[in-house]
């Protein structure tokens, strides 16, 4: 017997080259009777295993009626449905792929011109169809045949480099917002330094936005502001400046390592939200934990490891094409009850079990249970 072959293959192998060819060919010599059985060969027995594919498209594009024009609204949506329909008619047969854009026709006309989101996500197939209004800022793509995940919507997200930038001098305190463009946007300008009073400043700009932030001044007024401030988690570096006036020029070149190297500094940022939520009692981690809160993700943020792909945990044939597996659930269910996502680097999930739920209320009781020695878990 050739090394590797098992009695199960040669029993296959027996029944399709030695039992099926006689049988088919005294089925096809029976005249009219309407059956036939033709051998398949092994490689295709395998494929029968799978889903059947589906018709489908994805389509992701910025959706922002509430700062557009209604004009160029209007005309932006006819070119992603243009687009759209030729990425169909060149995937599918004509009579498949108009059915497709029909539906798709029916979704669009059917957009809520009254949303405060970002962003429009549009999943549709011969067997589902969802529509999703996001919180997040998405590029414009579209893929058929089932070739976006819900995983691919977060990597496809627009990562504009954006923070806050807290300007304290002697007299005067000023609050920008700047991103990776080095545009920054004066959006506070106190003419005192009272501190909480500053501190609280900060506190509602970050409420509506929610970037890293970036404190700069003297040592002095640096050292009294992080005592007081209930900010210190959104903080990620105090920058000392020994000039008494600070002009943008100066920022930009004092904040330009950071936005170099913006990735590291984004994942400081999130390490220190993982650490207060921690701390506080407002987090779940572990698939198995995030998955029975799952309930209780709206407005929260949901990190997951870049390259966790549970193992033995396929959908069901139910699943919609774009649930590939159970990241993809717990990652709809975010964005769907309006909180965020973000797929972090390995080594900031390495002791929470590759996936974390950060919460925005106290949860009930906290336990750590150690698994193994590179996975822990807190349990409600």
């Known amino acids: 017997m050739p090394q590797g072959v098992c009695l199960g293959q040669l029993l296959i192998l027996f029944i399709f080259r030695v ?16 059956i036939m059985i033709t051998a398949l060969p092994l490689k295709s027995l395998k494929l029968l295993s799978y889903r059947r ?20 609204m209007a005309v932006h949506l006819k070119q992603v449905m243009s687009k759209a329909e030729a990425a169909i008619l060149q995937r599918y047969s004509s009579e498949t792929a108009m059915e497709l854009i029909q ?19 549009i999943f549709l197939s011969s067997e589902s169809e ?32 954006e923070y806050l930038v807290l300007v304290l001098e002697e007299d005067h305190a000023r609050i920008f917002d700047g991103n990776s463009q080095a545009i920054m946007k004066l959006i506070l300008d106190q003419p005192n330094t009272i501190l909480p009073q500053l501190d609280y400043g900060l506190s509602v700009v970050l409420a509506s936005n929610p970037f890293p932030v970036f404190v700069l001044g003297a040592k002095k ?10 900010n210190a988690v959104e903080i990620v570096k105090y920058i ?52 029975m809160n799952s309930c209780r993700m709206g407005n929260a943020l949901l990190l997951v490891d870049r390259d966790f792909y549970p193992s033995g945990r396929n959908p069901s044939r139910q699943e919609p094409f774009y649930i590939k ?24 999930l390495r002791d929470y079990g590759r996936i974390a739920l950060l919460q925005n209320h106290e949860l009930p009781c906290l336990k750590i249970n150690q698994r193994s020695t590179d996975e822990a878990c807190f349990e409600i």
């Open 19 to 34: 039992i099926l060819p006689p049988i088919t060919l005294w089925l096809n010599s029976c005249g009219n009777n309407g």
């Open 53 to 72: 594919d589906v018709p489908s498209v994805a389509v992701l594009f910025p959706f922002d009626p509430k700062m557009t024009d209604k004009q160029d």
């Open 103 to 121: 539906r798709l026709q029916q979704v669009m006309s059917r957009l809520n011109f009254n949303t405060h989101k970002k962003a429009v996500a």
């Open 130 to 161: 969802k529509l999703m209004y996001l919180d997040i800022s998405l590029k414009e793509k579209i893929e058929v045949a089932g070739n976006l995940s819900m995983r691919d919507l977060v990597l496809d997200k627009n990562q504009q480099e």
């Open 221 to 230: 007024l640096l050292s009294e502001f992080s005592r007081v401030t209930s």
């Open 240 to 291: 000392t400046s020994y000039k008494k006036t600070i002009l943008e020029g100066s920022i930009s070149k004092a904040l330009d390592p950071f936005i170099r190297n913006w990735r590291k500094t984004y994942q400081f940022f999130l390490e220190q939200k993982l650490f207060n939520a921690r701390n506080t009692n407002k987090l779940v981690c572990g698939l198995e934990n995030v998955q």
């Open 325 to 348: 597996d159970e990241v993809d659930r717990l990652i709809e269910s975010t964005l769907t009850s309006g909180g965020n996502v973000e797929l972090v680097d390995q080594e900031l």
